[in-house]
């Protein structure tokens, strides 16, 4: 076989690859409201209620988030500002992850040392917006963890009201540096509500989700 055939041969086995592990998560709002979502990577995009969006990660990535942003004004070049979760942008840039409290939605795709996809809903930075994450496909067994994952309690409802903002609600032993962080501080309010999410950052045994390389995602707000 030539080098020419070769080298042929091995980007069309690996495309089949590429394509075999593709991602698409499917972002929905089922919210009363306009959410806009952002995502690193992903940038961002308005979403009325029903609307969807589809943000499809490249092979690996590692350390993302999405998230919802609310009650936000942006002019015709894409800038403004948001009550919860703004970035500034309508696309949010790459490494601005956003204004606190915000409800977090974070993945790592699988690894060359690891071949599942890492999922988990975070609370350490505060809530914005009820979520629910569900795998839609190739979510295999994983002893249990790969399953629909949900933060839907009324939380800005029930939420301290020395912990209150507008349009959310903060988790003080994270976002503002006081109270105890633990399994039984502050952020017990919040793993009581939603025991699938982390509330403080070391949760990581009840909060920390895998599921196949491949499978795609359905992330809903308010669901």
């Not at 903002?165 to 032993?173: L, M």
């Not at 399994?183 to 309010?189: E, I, L, Q």
């Amino acid at each position: 076989m030539t080098t020419l055939s070769a080298s042929l041969v091995t980007l069309f086995l690996l495309s089949i690859i590429t394509i075999s592990h593709a991602t698409t998560i499917t972002v929905v709002n089922n919210c009363d409201y306009t959410v806009w979502a952002a995502a690193d990577p992903g940038g961002g995009k308005r979403l009325d209620k029903g609307n969807t969006w589809n943000v499809n990660p490249a092979p690996g990535t590692k350390m993302a988030r999405i998230w919802g942003r609310t009650g936000c004004n942006f002019d015709g070049n894409g800038n403004g500002n948001c009550q919860t979760g703004g970035c500034g942008k309508l696309v949010c840039n790459p490494g601005n992850w956003g204004t606190i409290p915000k409800t977090l939605f974070e993945y790592a795709l699988a690894q060359p040392n690891n071949p599942t996809d890492t999922i988990d809903i975070s609370l350490i930075e505060g809530f914005n917006i009820p979520i629910s994450f569900s795998p839609t496909s190739n979510s295999g067994s994983l002893s249990g963890k790969c399953r629909t994952l949900r933060c839907t309690a009324d939380i800005n409802g029930q939420c301290p009201r020395n912990w209150k903002v507008p349009g959310g609600c903060h988790n003080p032993c994270t976002t503002q540096g006081i109270g105890t962080c633990g399994a039984n501080g502050d952020s017990k309010f919040y793993k009581q509500r939603c025991p699938d999410a982390y509330s403080f950052p070391k949760d990581d045994q009840s909060s920390t989700f895998a599921c196949p390389s491949g499978t795609n995602y359905r992330l809903t707000f308010c669901p």
